[in-house]
């Protein structure tokens, strides 16, 4: 039996040789959890499949480089956010409606970034970030968490950058004041 390939490995079989075994290995690795991830921040599981395939698509012609100095789960999720935000912002208004329909209907569930916000043992900030608004917690998933810019944000939120913006700096306000 071969030993595991760490995730870099893959990545320079991938980008050096094609070696499709080390793709499919990547492929195995992390198609389920970016799906998932995908899945809370969009209800459409068409576009969900198609951004993953589209990420992965990516990683196997090139045009998506890993620079050696990071976590592979989070330059994937990175890859996969940017191509959600374009796929949503190709939809318009109609995705938007969709998105705003989805989080109502799945408004009782919480999000597996929703958990984890609320489980951070450092301090009073579990507590002061579960005192946040669920608007306010969503800007932060998005632009902290999620690493979005504000207008990747107010895409995948279908707010307005504005709106992205004074959320954000609320947030931060209240964390401070909570915190101190």
Excluded: N
């Amino acid at each position: 039996m071969s030993e595991m390939r760490s995730d870099g490995e893959l990545l320079r079989a991938v980008a050096a040789d094609g070696d499709r075994r080390a793709f499919e290995e990547l492929y195995r690795r992390y198609a389920p959890w970016l799906t998932a991830r995908m899945r809370s921040r969009c209800a459409d599981a068409g576009v969900v499949d198609d951004v993953v395939q589209e990420t992965f698509l990516a990683v196997w012609r090139g045009s998506a480089r890993y620079r050696e100095d990071g976590d592979v789960a989070g330059w994937l999720w990175r890859i996969g956010s940017r191509r959600l935000v374009d796929a949503l912002r190709g939809d318009g208004a109609r995705g938007r409606l969709r998105q705003a329909l989805a989080r109502l209907r799945h408004r009782e569930e919480v999000s597996a970034e929703e958990r984890v916000l609320a489980g951070v043992e450092h301090g009073d900030l579990a507590g002061a970030l579960v005192r946040l608004s669920p608007e306010l917690r969503a800007v932060l998933q998005a632009t902290v968490v999620d690493g979005l810019t504000t207008r990747e944000a107010a895409v995948l939120l279908g707010i307005p950058p504005g709106t992205v913006k004074t959320r954000a700096m609320r947030a931060r306000k209240q964390l401070r004041e909570a915190l101190a």
